[in-house]
Structures are given as C-alpha cells and as structure tokens.
Nanobody, 123 residues
C-alpha cells in the first residue's frame, strides 16, 4: 500500500510561484513513477508532470513546459512540483499519484492518489 500526502497549495497572483510537495510512504518507490495531475471544476484529470523515482526521467505536459519543474528528494521520500509564472488557467486541485506500471498521461493508469491540494491563481 502507498500513501501520498500533498501540501503547498494556496492563492497566488498571476506570475507568482508555488511549490507543491508530495510526501510518500508505505513501500519503496524505486520502480515507480510519481506524478502530478490537476482537475479544474467541470473538467477531467489533466496530466501535469511525472518523474521516475529511481532514475529521474521526467515528463511534462506541453502547457507547463518551461514553467513547472518536478523533482524528488529520495531521503525524504518527497516529490516536489515547483510552479513558476502561474496563470489563471493553472487554477485547479492538484493531485499527487504513483504508478508502478510506468509513465502514462492517462489518470486511469495510475494506482495510488493523494487527497489533493487547491491552487488558485488570481488575475
């Protein structure tokens, strides 16, 4: 079993920055991808970014490339999402997820999910 707990969401103005954290526990993650999805009101889960826990391979959605950076701290079992140059369209609930089967941009393929953290970007 895997537990994921997100933190770091909040309200920020356009152009501002936030850093989300995802603390993982329950089992080793050496072969897992850990990623971030987001869900805006009335929309489906949208892939944001993911990272291979052991090797650091990363993937990003085109909408966040150059603005968001995903990273991990193995010692702390924590994955971070640094979000810069935030836009109102980034407003959503951000979820951390873990996937033993490899990277996928499809939410249904991910095995474990956190409870989510709200990010609101004001214009």
């Amino acid at each position: 079993q895997v537990q994921l707990v997100e933190s770091g969401g909040g309200l920020v103005q356009t152009g501002g920055s936030l850093r989300l954290s995802c603390a993982a526990s329950g089992r080793t993650f050496s072969n897992y991808f850990v990623g971030w999805f987001r869900q805006a009101p009335g929309k489906e889960h949208e892939f944001v970014a993911s990272i291979l826990w052991s090797g650091g391979t990363t993937y990003y959605a085109d909408s966040v490339k150059g603005r968001f950076t995903i990273s991990r701290d193995n010692a702390k079992n924590t994955v971070y999402l640094q979000m810069n140059s935030l836009k109102p369209e980034d407003t959503a609930v951000y979820y951390c997820a873990a996937n033993l089967g490899g990277h996928s941009a499809q939410a249904w393929a991910w095995n474990y999910w956190g409870q989510g953290t709200q990010v609101t970007v004001s214009s």
